[in-house]
């Protein structure tokens, strides 16, 4: 059974940083995609970056590029999302998400991780 | 950045009923776009890739359809089970972007 399942949300002053985490079972973690999605309080889904199998390409939404880093280790079956100078718009659920293998849509979720960026 | 337009935002229907959403792309985008369901608390559930290409699992009832800038999903009997938002996304592109959603509630 795939599962993913993400920590480190918190309560973050504007500027500051957090580091997301994401733990992946069930398939073969090297052999996918990878993408974060978020979802502001009360409102749809944004994408926010995507990883390549290797970490050789990476994509950004333009809003966090500069300030969020996606990266992933295959060894440990892990997908992270760095997070500095965050603004109070980057309040949301920030959702790990596998890319199916052939297309960029998201087949599995996780149950998400609440950041909350706030004074 | 490619436009999504989902319509309608809300749409209240009963259990039985046909029902049709539609998603309008600002440029062509093949039929690379995909449909989700949320339920309120949890993550999203893929239900159609490629504009008609029904995931594993997901129920017959569920079908999609278009190509170039406007495509439908379709519920062919509404089951209570049904009752949630709905989300486009193409791929075309990055960014890839999202529509703001459908809300199916019941009547």
């Known amino acids: 059974e795939v599962q993913l399942v993400e920590s480190g949300g918190d309560l973050v002053q504007p500027g500051g940083s957090l580091r997301l985490s994401c733990v992946a079972s069930g398939f073969t973690f090297s052999a996918n995609w990878m993408s974060w999605v978020r979802q502001a309080p009360g409102k749809g889904l944004e994408w926010v970056a995507s990883i390549k199998q290797d970490s050789s390409a990476t994509k950004y939404l333009d809003s966090v590029k500069g300030r969020f880093t996606i990266s992933r280790d295959n060894a440990d079956n892990s997908l992270y999302l760095q997070m500095n100078n965050l603004r109070a718009e980057d309040t949301a659920i920030y959702y790990c998400?596998?890319?199916?293998?052939?297309?960029?849509?998201?087949?599995?979720w996780g149950q998400g991780t609440l950041v909350t960026v706030s004074s | 950045d490619i436009l999504m337009t989902q319509s309608p935002s809300t749409l209240s229907a009963s259990v039985g009923d046909r029902v049709t959403i539609t998603c309008r792309a600002s440029q062509s985008i093949s039929t690379w776009l995909a449909w989700y369901q949320q339920k309120p608390g949890n993550a999203p559930n893929l239900l159609i890739y490629?504009?008609?290409s029904l995931e594993s699992g997901v129920p017959s009832r569920f079908s999609g359809r278009g190509s170039g800038t406007e495509f439908t999903l379709t519920i062919s009997s509404l089951q209570p089970d049904d009752f949630a938002t709905y989300y486009c996304h193409h791929y075309n592109s990055y960014p890839i972007t999202f529509g703001q959603g459908t809300r199916l509630e019941i009547k």
């Open positions: 998400t596998r890319n199916t293998a052939r297309d960029i849509v998201f087949d599995y």
């Open positions: 490629r504009a008609s």
